[in-house]
């Protein structure tokens, strides 16, 4: 049996087969955290290793990191860097509210199904409202619903919407959905948290500037992914208010999340920003979902679930398909609420990954319809 941790879960599957087409099976389609360094962050990387600088964030890359990503929203914000996504939505949602408060999100929103209560614990027990909506989206008609649910001294008062951009189901919010949860929000008094994990790649599929789709439509702290858009580790946590980031340098200081050598997660920003790597990595990643879709649909048995808009492509797999993919080798997620397999693109997936990948679908296809026939004579 082989054993891997890949993203936020472990993965127990059978001794992988011998590679097809000379693509080794393994957790490229599992996560887009699985992928390394692209070559632009691990480039600035490199050149942030070399001398004495100030610490704690007081150095030259994290000022040119700053100022790139105020360059992208066309926006001064505030940005500050933490280690990770869980921390980032963790921290700024409780920068958002009172104990007392709750926070509505979408019932699949990764602060719900994969951040181990991090959002309640650094708020101090603030509650997550949980709301449907199809494909991973929350509507104005739901909000208001969760609003006007109960508004007595009893229920926790709702104050912060977090909304998934792209969502865990590989959708986008467009522009029009977005100014309707802004209005909605206005009328009922909620802040607006953006978990941004894959922002990059909700940019690339709506082919609008960010500010079009944050600031303008009233996001007030969005939480920008690096990780799974070709850096190693760190995420962005971007304050379009300025009086909600106060002291928000103290939540990061006590949480863990103040790296005393910055340099080395802010120099990476630098890479994938100057020259607009952010953008080409979440276009190769979005096209190589797109690849691994078209191909899913031609094969028989396997059938495609949803509306693909980003990186990740959800489908439903005969179950000997599935586990005959995973003997092979292959790692993938069994996905929360979907019904179906999730399978994940990165800047890194590779047209041979995605031929691989599908041989293995035909070719054990190939096999049950022989075994199929054999049984019925």
């Known amino acids: 049996m082989q054993t891997m941790t890949t993203g936020d879960r472990t993965i127990i599957g059978q001794q992988a087969e011998?590679?097809?087409?000379?693509?080794?099976?393994g957790c490229q389609f599992?996560?887009?955290?699985?992928a390394g360094f692209c070559p632009d962050a691990w480039r600035t990387l490199e050149a942030a290793n070399a001398g004495c600088v100030a610490s704690y964030g007081n150095d030259p890359w994290t000022e040119r990191a700053c100022d790139l990503i105020r360059e992208v929203f066309e926006y001064p914000a505030d940005v500050f860097f933490v280690f990770n996504g869980t921390a980032a939505n963790s921290l700024a949602i409780a920068s958002l509210c009172q104990s007392y408060?709750?926070?509505?999100?979408?019932?699949?929103?990764?602060?719900?199904?994969?951040e181990c209560g991090a959002p309640e614990f650094f708020s101090n027990g603030t509650k997550l409202l949980l709301v449907p909506g199809d494909g991973g989206k929350l509507t104005a008609d739901g909000i208001t619903q969760a609003v006007e649910r109960r508004r007595d001294i009893h229920y926790p008062k709702p104050r912060v919407l977090s909304v998934t951009q792209a969502t865990?189901?590989?959708?986008?919010?467009?522009?029009?959905?977005?100014?309707?949860?802004?209005?909605?929000?206005?009328?009922?008094?909620?802040?607006?948290?953006?978990d941004g994990a894959r922002f990059a790649n909700a940019a690339v599929a709506m082919d609008l500037p960010p500010r079009r789709f944050t600031w303008e439509v009233g996001v007030d702290v969005l939480c920008l992914g690096g990780t799974k858009n070709g850096m190693g580790v760190g995420d962005a946590v971007v304050f379009f208010r300025k009086d909600l980031a106060e002291e928000f340098a103290y939540r990061c200081k006590q949480a863990g999340q103040l790296a005393s050598k910055m340099r080395f997660l802010t120099a990476p920003?630098?890479?994938?920003?100057?020259?607009?790597?952010?953008?080409?990595?979440?276009?190769?990643?979005?096209?190589?979902?797109?690849?691994?879709?078209?191909?899913?649909?031609?094969?028989?048995?396997?059938?495609?679930l949803g509306r693909r808009e980003a990186n990740?492509?959800?489908?439903?797999?005969?179950?000997?398909?599935?586990?005959?993919?995973?003997?092979?080798?292959?790692?993938?997620?069994?996905?929360?609420?979907?019904?179906?397999?999730?399978?994940?693109c990165s800047w890194a997936t590779t047209d041979a990954d995605i031929d691989g990948l599908l041989?293995?679908?035909r070719r054990l296809n190939r096999d049950a319809d022989g075994i199929n026939r054999r049984d019925r004579v």
């Open 18 to 25: 011998q590679p097809v087409g000379g693509i080794a099976a």
């Open 30 to 34: 599992a996560s887009d955290n699985t």
């Open 101 to 114: 408060h709750s926070v509505l999100c979408h019932e699949l929103a990764h602060v719900e199904t994969d």
């Open 168 to 194: 865990e189901l590989s959708t986008v919010y467009s522009l029009d959905e977005l100014g309707a949860i802004h209005d909605a929000c206005r009328r009922h008094n909620l802040r607006l948290h953006m």
């Open 269 to 304: 920003w630098v890479g994938l920003l100057e020259e607009g790597a952010w953008l080409a990595n979440a276009r190769r990643a979005n096209a190589a979902a797109a690849r691994l879709e078209s191909g899913f649909r031609d094969i028989p048995g396997i059938e495609v």
């Open 312 to 344: 990740a492509v959800f489908v439903r797999l005969p179950e000997p398909l599935a586990a005959g993919l995973r003997a092979c080798g292959w790692r993938f997620y069994d996905f929360i609420g979907s019904g179906g397999c999730r399978f994940m």
């Open 359 to 361: 041989a293995d679908c």
